[in-house]
């Protein structure tokens, strides 16, 4: 059973960077697609950016282009994502999720198999 961990949240000033980790174990990273979402409080979860299987496509929303890159690090079993320019509107939780099956980032995530418990991202002055 696949299991993932996010880490990297944490409180920041406008304009700041974080870096998200999932760390997977129980199975290889590379065998899946993984996106990132968020949720807000009050707010529907929102497809954040995904990286396909293999040497897949990426993906990201038109909200956080040029802003954030989701990358992978197969040999430590982990995909990041990097965050600059953060905005107010960025704070939420952020989840990481995975399939073996969304081979072109083209599928909600809310469809995906795996999930990991969250990691809070509050970007404030």
């Known amino acids: 059973q696949l299991q993932l961990v996010e880490s990297g949240g944490g409180l920041v000033q406008p304009g700041g960077s974080l870096s998200l980790s999932c760390r997977a174990s129980?199975?290889?990273?590379?065998?899946?697609?993984i996106a990132w979402s968020r949720q807000a409080p009050g707010q529907a979860r929102e497809g954040v950016s995904c990286?396909?299987?293999?040497?897949?496509?990426?993906s990201y929303a038109d909200s956080v282009k040029g802003r954030f890159t989701i990358s992978r690090d197969n040999a430590n079993n982990t995909v990041y994502l990097q965050m600059n320019g953060l905005k107010p509107e960025d704070t939420a939780v952020y989840y990481c999720?995975?399939?073996?099956?969304?081979?072109?980032?083209?599928?909600?995530?809310?469809?995906?198999?795996?999930w990991g418990q969250g990691t809070q991202v509050t970007v404030s002055s």
């Open positions: 999720a995975a399939t073996p099956y969304d081979f072109y980032c083209s599928a909600p995530v809310i469809g995906y198999e795996y």
């Open positions: 990286i396909a299987n293999g040497d897949g496509p990426t």
């Open positions: 129980g199975g290889t990273l590379d065998y899946y697609s």
